[in-house]
């Protein structure tokens, strides 16, 4: 039973920091780097942050905005690791690990999701496709960022599954 409600926490907890942590870490970089005008949209059931670019943005400042939500993510995933490297009882590592699964489940959604947006030109309005447009790159140089982008986000999960494989065990019967 204590087993199913930790499963249980693990679970919302990483829905809402997917969810909802994420579009407030970028309402705080929106924030410090541009404005001070920032409000929230449900957008399903995950919260959306709509502000308005001034007219002098720095495209430094915009790539990690638009990135953030993504990094975020995978400082959840190593923060979670750091805890479960430190705790020895098998019900709270069996939270952790289901929630680093959702977070590297979510990057793996997104990732493709934005992916899907740039090579079909803005098939969704994903952050990344907004970032591409307001970047004004080209098509060839929007497809060769996002296969960067894709290449360093898959390597890192491979990096974080291999390193939950320790912590998982199977019972051969």
């Not at 400082?75 to 430190?86: Q, T, Y």
């Not at 004004?136 to 290449?151: A, R």
């Not at 491979?158 to 939950?164: E, H, L, P, Q, Y």
């Amino acid at each position: 039973m204590k087993k199913n409600i930790l499963i249980l926490i693990s679970i919302l907890v990483a829905l809402i920091s997917v969810l909802i942590l994420n579009e407030l870490v970028k309402a705080g970089a929106v924030y410090v780097f541009y404005t001070h005008d920032i409000s929230f949209i449900l957008k399903g059931i995950s919260l959306n942050t709509v502000f308005t670019l001034p007219e002098s943005h720095n495209l430094i400042s915009d790539t990690i905005i638009y990135l953030l939500p993504i990094f975020s993510v995978i400082i959840f995933i190593e923060f979670s690791a750091l805890f479960l490297s430190k705790v020895y009882n098998n019900n709270i590592r069996t939270g952790l690990i289901i929630y680093q699964m959702i977070n590297i489940g979510y990057l793996v959604i997104v990732i493709l999701l934005n992916a899907l947006s740039v090579i079909i030109n803005n098939f969704l309005s994903t952050d990344w496709s907004v970032y591409i447009f307001i970047s004004g790159y080209s098509y060839t140089k929007s497809l060769l960022i996002t296969f960067l982008l894709i290449l360093i986000i898959f390597t890192y999960i491979n990096f974080a599954t291999n390193r939950i494989k320790k912590y998982v065990t199977f019972i051969k019967s």
